[in-house]
T-cell receptor, first 108, second 114 residues
């Protein structure tokens, strides 16, 4: 069955640094991969989608990479801010499966 | 415009009671999804509606769970004979696209079964 792994431990970084979150998946080959942000008590919010033929995608301070050989996506937030603190979920492909998410805490 | 709305925002019920959770998707979105999220866990897919096609019910955990989508818009998730393990946040999402991407989520209904 499909399995998605995200950093189970919270990522704590200092404001201004780059945060890097990892999403690994196994047992399938998604044509695309999505990243969502979830704040406490709220539903997830779509951030970015990257397709299998795109190695990298950027949106403002966000950058996502997609390595179909490694079966891995990296999600980067540059010049991180305390407002970026949230849980970030990855969702590979057109299977209705989301990772458990990684909590990011940006300290000022 | 208005986003996905869900009601109630919180529901406390007693074990064995039936509950109904409502989702109003974004107008014009043909796809509608229900997920369950337990504390500290990821999203668990429950059911998916796409237009007039038969729904994908493969995620429903038991026959106590059912969902309807009337007129291609509003959806109701019903849980019969609730159990304590049903306690979770139930999230609804809609999408204008068929391919499960760019889902727009509602705020969720927090269900507590005593």
């Amino acid at each position: 069955s499909q399995k998605i792994e995200q950093n189970s431990e919270a990522l704590n970084i200092q404001e201004g640094k780059t945060a890097t979150l990892t999403c690994n998946y196994t047992n399938y080959s998604p044509a695309y991969l999505q990243w969502y942000r979830q704040d406490p008590g709220r539903g997830p919010v779509f951030l970015l989608l990257i397709r299998e033929n795109e190695k990298e995608k950027r949106k403002e301070r966000l950058k996502v990479t997609f390595d179909t050989t490694l079966k891995q996506s990296l999600f980067h937030i540059t010049a991180s801010q305390p407002a970026d603190s949230a849980t970030y979920l990855c969702a590979p492909g057109n299977k209705l499966v989301f990772g458990a998410g990684t909590i990011l805490r940006v300290k000022s | 415009g208005a986003g996905v709305s869900q009601s109630p925002s919180n529901k406390v019920t007693e074990k064995g009671k039936d509950v109904e959770l409502r989702c109003d998707p974004i107008s014009g979105h043909t796809a509608l999804y229900w997920y369950r999220q337990s504390l500290g866990q990821g999203l668990e897919f429950l059911i998916y509606f796409q237009g007039n096609s038969a729904p994908d019910k493969s995620g429903l955990p038991s026959d106590r769970f059912s969902a309807e989508r009337t007129g291609g818009s509003v959806s109701t998730l019903t849980i019969q004979r609730t159990q304590q393990e049903d306690s979770a946040v139930y999230l609804c999402a809609s999408s204008p696209i068929q391919a499960h991407n760019e889902q727009f989520f509602g705020p969720g209904t927090r269900l507590t079964v005593l």
